[in-house]
């Protein structure tokens, strides 16, 4: 009995820590948006995670709820289960993880199993894990298992596919410690060797049932200048997506940036062809995705910035460039007044990569129907951003944030609206003031305007120009109010020019938050009071609480 | 009541039980082990960040405009909170691949001195429980989580401040 006993007390000595997720929904019919009132009327989605660990022990798990789902999360979540569970254990040299896990190799272009619940998105791997560190800075991790797909009547739902995974990395300056303490370059170099499995299930075809993705990746880093870059190779995997061909597909990102105290700078080159890599050759949409393809460009905070032309990378192919530039003038210079002064300037393009069909005959057997090159971009737009900001604290009490985006995206091929044609370009300004009343109250305002182009007939493009405005006021530590309005003052159908306010009042208390907003929300990403998340579209209340322990 | 004997026992036990795990949220917890790198690459254990006095734990991203504005407040006062305190500010980015090489240009284009370090995946934001950012932690010296904010208004960085400063008095 007593044995049992110091077996509890032991346990509660180990460390716990978890968080608690809940979002309520009771939403209204709102016909000139297109919201419909589920036949529910409440909508509830709840998560908690308890992580423990004790001494090298560690185990973890999730309960996740839809009763049912909030909108804009996949419907098929359905119940109440157990969502997330593992074992494991871990030391300085080994790290042995059984059940499900999250991972990343590289950067992602071969392997990267993630959460991101604000959109429904969690492809976790359900198997086995062995980290393995035999000296500082060298890295071994081996990975074997099922790619979580979905969740339906309280249970997780595995994709098809078997997932088998080796990653090493190799970070010279820290395995060299004595030797190379003098030399001035750090690098590090990495390789990945990803294999999924899935039968063949086609009458017609003879599909390839291993398809692996590998490659590797290299860092550089001089004083200031840092270089890196990973290139990944994938296999014939003739897919839903790609029409089933046998092309083989890579993937290639190269970054340089130079930066100092008060500058930074950076480059970033990305060419891609045929690199959607699934656990499930039929899924499409984000479905069982084993591989990571980020959009090159910046993700905005502002919300017409953010949520109206927003550009998902094409994962059939694409090549893409990205500059930014931040700076900081002195404070006290003439340009820097006494608080300082920031400029940020950002711009990325995306193009259509070229297929090349010569010499090669697209019905034959080989089923091979063109050759895609490294960085061999065609004419064709998918996306282009322009944007500057200055932001300068004028006095003590007010910070003033002046910006500018000029965003072009081909709706053809990265869809964002059923109502525009071809290339929609937009010009976006936003000014944002924030005034510090006093220790504790603080209140701030974004006005945004934006102007779409039209097209070369003279009609307007898409829904037209679009208004919001802002206003939220804070007192610290514990309460926030705000009120947001966008107006579509400019759509084409009179009918349509809509208003979209929204007022949400919140209260935090150290971990704890709990939020009430009544209102039109588009769909986006959308800070109030402190907080980003992606909201979906809807009209009616959303409460939402929040607690970390 | 000899066969009593064990069951009080264990009703003790849980009662202690009770008393240590569940009794305060945050007072006697520690930072899990979370393997991070900073910008420079060089690995991090998160449960053992290295630093002698208090110990700031923000979460933030670059696409988090209220994150940003908290770290550029304390930035202002970071020197003199240093001289005054001896803390340190570990900033943990969860920006993922899409964002994440924006980190170092951001974070020395805005000359911060914080230690910056690198969550792409979200590991280490998972084992603190973090649901969304910014969210703030307070370490004391010996790597106890002594106080926590999940928000940002301008003002909070006053009262993060003063639990600051109990910490130095003790």
């Keep these: 009995m007593l044995v049992v006993c110091n077996a509890v007390l032991s346990w509660s000595q180990g460390n716990f820590t978890g968080n608690i997720e809940s979002t309520f929904q009771y939403l209204n019919d709102d016909p000139v948006i297109n919201a419909l009132q589920p036949p529910t009327k409440g909508l509830i989605n709840s998560y908690m995670n308890v992580f423990y660990t004790n001494g090298g022990f560690k185990a973890g798990m999730r309960m996740e709820s839809y009763l049912p789902r909030i909108q804009g999360y996949p419907n098929r979540f359905d119940g109440t289960g157990i969502g997330y569970r593992y074992l494991g254990y871990v030391n300085d040299k080994v790290d042995v993880t059984l059940g499900h896990f999250y991972e990343q190799f590289g950067t992602g272009l071969a392997f990267r199993a993630y959460e991101d619940r604000a959109l429904g998105y969690d492809n976790v791997v359900d198997g086995a894990r062995i980290i393995f560190k035999p000296v500082s800075g060298f890295q071994i991790k081996g990975v074997y298992g099922k790619q979580r797909l979905t969740f339906n009547g309280g249970q997780v739902i595995n994709s098809a596919g078997i997932i088998r995974a080796l990653d090493a990395d190799f970070n010279l300056k820290e395995v060299c410690q004595k030797r190379l303490a003098s030399f001035p370059v750090d690098v590090a170099v990495g390789a990945s060797f990803v294999s999924k499995y899935q039968p063949d299930d086609d009458d017609a075809l003879v599909l390839p049932e291993n398809v692996g993705a590998y490659g590797g990746r290299m860092k550089l880093q001089y004083k200031n200048f840092t270089l890196d870059g990973e290139y990944i190779l994938k296999e014939q995997d003739p897919s839903l997506d790609n029409g089933k061909i046998y092309n083989k597909g890579h993937a290639a990102v190269v970054n340089f940036g130079y930066s100092k105290k008060g500058l930074g700078f950076s480059l970033s080159a990305k060419s891609a062809d045929n690199m959607s890599y699934r656990s499930d050759r039929n899924k499409e949409l984000q479905d069982a995705f084993i591989n990571f393809l980020p959009a090159l460009n910046k993700t905005h905070t502002y919300n017409l910035v953010a949520t109206l032309y927003p550009y998902a990378t094409q994962p059939l192919g694409e090549i893409a460039y990205q500059a930014d530039f931040i700076y900081t003038v002195k404070k006290g210079s003439a340009w820097g007044g006494k608080y300082g002064t920031t400029i940020g300037i950002n711009a990325s393009t995306t193009y259509r990569p070229v297929q090349h069909t010569s010499g090669i005959d697209v019905n034959d057997s080989s089923r091979v129907t063109y050759e895609a090159r490294l960085f061999d971009k065609s004419d064709s737009l998918y996306w282009r951003d322009i944007n500057f900001s200055i932001t300068r604290k004028l006095n003590k009490s007010l910070l003033l944030v002046l910006s500018y985006f000029n965003i072009t995206i081909n709706n053809d091929v990265a869809k964002v609206s059923n109502d525009a044609t071809g290339i929609i370009s937009s010009h976006i300004g936003v000014v944002e003031a924030s005034y510090k009343i006093n220790a504790k109250h603080n209140i701030r305002m974004e006005l945004q305007g934006m102007f779409v182009n039209k097209l070369s007939n003279g009609n307007i493009n898409d829904k037209g120009n679009w208004a919001t405005a802002l206003i939220e006021y804070t007192v610290a530590p514990n309460y926030f109010v705000s009120f947001l309005n966008q107006y579509n003052y400019g759509n084409p159908d009179t009918d349509k020019r809509v208003n979209y306010p929204n007022v949400t009042c919140g209260y935090i208390h150290e971990s704890t938050r709990v939020m009430l907003s009544y209102g039109r929300q588009r769909a986006g990403l959308f800070c109030v009071g402190g907080v980003c998340r992606f909201v979906p579209a809807n009209n009616g209340l959303t409460l939402s609480f929040t607690q970390s322990f | ?170």
Excluded at chain 2, 24 to 52: A, E, I, M, Q, R
Excluded at chain 2, 75 to 92: D, F, I, P, R, S
Excluded at chain 2, 141 to 166: C, M, Q, R, W
């Design chain 2, 1 to 170: 009541m000899k066969r009593l004997l064990p069951l009080v026992f264990i009703f003790f036990h849980f009662h202690f039980l009770g008393q240590q795990a569940f009794s305060d949220t945050t007072s006697g917890k520690k930072v899990p082990s979370v393997s991070l790198k900073d910008l420079n690459g060089k690995t991090y254990n998160t449960s053992n960040l290295g630093f002698s006095g208090p110990v700031v734990i923000s979460f933030w991203a670059t696409w988090c405009a209220p994150c940003k504005k908290e770290l550029m407040a304390i930035h202002e006062v970071y020197e003199a909170w240093q001289a005054e305190t001896g803390m340190n500010l570990v900033a943990v980015s969860i920006d993922d691949e899409k964002t994440k090489r924006d980190v170092i240009t951001y974070a020395n284009g805005k000359a911060w001195d914080y230690t910056v370090l690198l969550d792409p995946n979200g590991d280490f934001k998972r084992s603190m429980g973090v649901n969304n950012v910014p969210h703030t932690f307070l370490l004391d010296k010996h790597g106890n989580i002594v106080y926590t904010h999940n928000n940002y208004a301008p003002g909070d960085e006053d009262i993060l401040f003063s639990e600051i400063k109990k910490l130095s008095i003790e």
